[in-house]
């Protein structure tokens, strides 16, 4: 079983970037897809983008596409998110999560993912 948890999060200014990273520790790294989500108030959580570790193929939502990169460093069993150009509707709270399995088009709904790490919170001032 893998544990997760998520950092660097915090305030930016519209414009601004942020960089996010997922460590993960209890299982072998490269057997797992690592996904953010992420969840603003009142709203359902959704997916941001997704990484197949063994092969680096990504995968992203149309809103951050061009803005958001994600990454792994596997000697670090680290998965980034760096986020650029960022936007007051990108504010939420960000979680990552992780899965096996192939990846297809469902991979952006939660519910197929089995552990999650805490939540760190994006705000984006306007």
């Known amino acids: 079983e893998v544990q997760l948890q998520a950092s660097g999060g915090g305030l930016v200014q519209a414009g601004g970037s942020l960089r996010l990273s997922c460590a993960a520790s209890?299982?072998?790294?490269?057997?797992?897809?690592i996904g953010w989500f992420r969840q603003a108030p009142g709203k359902e959580r959704e997916g941001v983008s997704c990484i197949t570790v063994s092969d680096g193929s990504t995968y992203y939502e149309d809103s951050v596409k061009g803005r958001f990169a994600i990454s792994a460093d596997n000697a670090k069993n680290t998965v980034y998110l760096q986020m650029n150009n960022l936007k007051p509707e990108d504010t939420a709270v960000y979680y990552c999560?992780?899965?096996?399995?192939?990846?297809?088009?469902?991979?952006?709904?939660?519910?197929?993912?089995?552990?999650w790490g805490q939540g760190t919170q994006v705000t984006v001032s306007s």
């Open positions: 999560a992780a899965e096996q399995g192939a990846i297809d088009i469902t991979w952006y709904y939660p519910e197929r993912w089995d552990y």
């Open positions: 209890g299982s072998s790294f490269d057997d797992y897809n």
